[in-house]
């Protein structure tokens, strides 16, 4: 691969770089919109998270297309294609794919405590409904440590109620 073959590969990876960057703005923006509760803000953070989300599998495809195109042997793995590179660019692109790893490593743990967020703000207004109409709404979930209901443990509560009473 000569100098101008990889500086359009290298373009797309800066560019991919970007786009992740903005989705984890956006997740910490939605993340300060939940704590806040700011219902409108937050609507219009899941439209551009969303679109923006669309964006990036655009870079992700264009990406594959392009290491595909320029590995000759078949192999469209990017990490074959960086070792075919002549050594004064090769760091460059490890460099890249690793801060591409990095941002989608964060932008998932940002997603994983936005969707616990998320979670826990239907339960407290599902306790509020419960509290308003105590007939209307369902009983308030328990958490595990990952942040998802643990209906098994709300059961074995219940049970011990049931046996108290």
């Excluded at 923006?52 to 590995?71: G, N, P, S």
């Amino acid at each position: 691969m000569n100098g101008n073959d990889y500086e359009p590969l290298a373009n797309l990876l800066r560019d991919e770089i970007v786009a992740y960057g903005k989705l984890l703005k956006l997740l910490e923006d939605q993340r300060s919109a939940l704590i806040q509760q700011d219902e409108a803000f937050i609507l219009s953070l899941n439209d551009e998270v969303n679109h923006h989300t669309a964006c990036i599998k655009q870079f992700d495809e264009a990406r594959k297309r392009m290491v595909a195109a320029l590995h000759h042997e078949g192999e469209s793995s990017i990490l074959v294609l960086i070792d075919s590179i002549n050594s004064a660019h090769q760091e460059m692109f490890k460099e890249l794919v690793r801060e591409i790893n990095r941002l989608i490593r964060e932008s998932q743990s940002q997603l994983t405590r936005n969707q616990m967020l998320y979670r826990r703000a239907l339960d407290i207004s599902r306790e509020t409904l419960r509290v308003l109409s105590p007939g209307q709404a369902q009983q308030p979930n328990i958490y595990r440590r990952d942040g998802n209901p643990n209906n098994q443990q709300r059961n074995v509560m219940a049970a011990h109620v049931a046996r108290t009473a």
